[in-house]
């Protein structure tokens, strides 16, 4: 039986893939949900169906890269729900190529949204929950940021600087809960992003096999499941054929 999650649940790039699944899913558990991402249409849509479930959400736009707009993000949940238990940090980008194809202004991107995105996700956030003495900040890195692959220097270097820091975070407070959720490839929007035509071929391969958005959005469930005194560090999830 899957335990009731009442909390006030954040969730960053909360439009399609693992942030819409984990949206769902938590309100489906009773949590009380605040979607962020950059399109608001289809973060209105989500919103519209989750509450028409009879679960409890609402929407913001959100751009991961300010600071701003994150701690606006912040006060906003605070204002409409009161609190902020948790936040998911899951918002990213991934427009793999290799280094030699020089696509500086991707690379600085991927490190904006992947690694920034995350910090302000903190920054906002971790002040709060130290001061009502409880919180989690969960973090989306990637298999990537376990392993490298050719092709993918720029984008594992932000997913293993997700796993730095959230390990960092972890060993800086103890009132505050701090997972990393590494996910193998998954269903997601995510291959969209690239540009480089060798590396799309590679990717529509290495997707030949893939797990659903909504199993990574079960981990997530799960760690933020657990009691107030259980720190569920990180979780690697990923597809039972895949060697990767």
């Known amino acids: 039986m899957s335990a009731n999650i009442e909390k006030v649940v954040l969730i960053t790039g909360a439009s399609s893939g693992i942030g819409e699944a984990t949206a769902r899913l938590l309100a489906e558990r009773g949590a009380r949900v605040l979607l962020g991402a950059r399109r608001t249409e289809r973060l209105g849509t989500i919103t519209s169906e989750i509450l ?49 194809a020089l ?62 820091i959230t390990d960092s975070l972890r060993q800086e407070t103890t009132k505050v809960r701090a997972t990393t959720i590494s996910p193998g490839v998954t269903e997601s929007e995510l291959a969209s992003t690239i540009t480089h035509e060798g590396s799309v071929a590679a990717m529509r391969d290495f ?26 560090s990180e979780i690697i999830v990923r597809p039972t054929a895949s060697l990767a």
Not at 62 to 91: C, K, P
Not at 207 to 232: G, K, L
């Open 52 to 100: 028409a479930s009879g679960g409890q959400a609402d929407q913001r736009a959100l751009d991961v890269t300010s600071l701003e707009d994150m701690q606006r993000f912040v006060a906003f949940a605070r204002e409409r729900f009161g609190r902020v238990d948790v936040i998911v940090n899951n918002a990213g980008v991934m427009p793999l190529s290799p280094l030699s």
């Open 103 to 164: 696509k500086v202004d991707e690379w600085n991107r991927m490190i904006d949204v992947n690694i920034r995105g995350v910090l302000h996700g903190i920054a906002a956030t971790l002040p709060l929950m130290e001061a009502q003495g409880s919180g989690h900040v969960v973090n989306v890195s990637s298999i990537g940021g376990h392993v490298t692959f050719p092709g993918s220097a720029v984008y594992c270097a932000t997913k293993y600087a997700v796993v730095a």
């Open 207 to 232: 997707r030949r096999v893939a797990i659903p958005a909504s199993a990574v959005a079960e981990a997530i469930a799960w760690a933020i499941a657990q009691p107030d005194a259980v720190d569920v």
